[in-house]
């Protein structure tokens, strides 16, 4: 069963997110208290915790360290078309973007060399609205190709 492991924010952008015991999500605006929050197509990173083990080895890799939102487990998250949506705990999401272009000065790619989530993270917004906690579980709802 795919399964939220963890919900992560900052205050900054270009910077590691930490772990939080939950996060808010709200329409058109995405999570409340996070530096990405705001009424576009990227409110909220999603990035499988199977994605992040490719990048662990002697180097411990904490939850957030990709500025990632939510970390998850089960789900194929990169192989899910734009348009698919998901249920998440208690809220709904749709994807708008797999991957994202990174950029050199990242202080995220400065601290770990290198960085997933051009080609395993996923972006999505709010559809419904809820709180994420660990431990939800994730659905796939519509999925469009």
């Known amino acids: ?8 924010i900052s205050v900054e ?11 808010c999500l709200r329409l058109r605006h995405g999570i409340v208290g996070d530096a990405h929050a705001g009424d576009w197509h ?3 990173s999603l990035l499988a915790e199977e994605s992040v ?3 662990r080895g002697p180097i ?17 998250l990169r192989n ?3 348009g698919t949506r998901l249920r998440i705990g208690e809220t709904v999401v749709e994807v708008t973007q797999i991957g994202k272009e990174c950029h050199n000065d990242c202080a995220i790619r400065q601290a770990v ?3 997933v989530m051009p080609t395993e993270g996923i972006f999505a917004v709010v559809v419904q609205e809820g709180t994420v ?3 939800d579980s994730i659905e796939v709802l519509e999925a469009f190709s």
């Open 133 to 135: 906690r660990p431990g």
């Open 53 to 55: 083990d490719t990048m």
């Open 113 to 115: 060399g290198m960085c």
């Open 1 to 8: 069963m795919a399964e939220v492991v963890s919900v992560n």
């Open 13 to 23: 952008k270009g910077q590691p997110k930490h772990p939080v015991p939950e996060i």
């Open 80 to 82: 899910l078309p734009v």
């Open 42 to 44: 990227r409110q909220i």
């Open 60 to 76: 411990p890799l904490p939850a957030g360290v990709f500025a990632e939102n939510i970390n998850t487990v089960g789900i194929d």
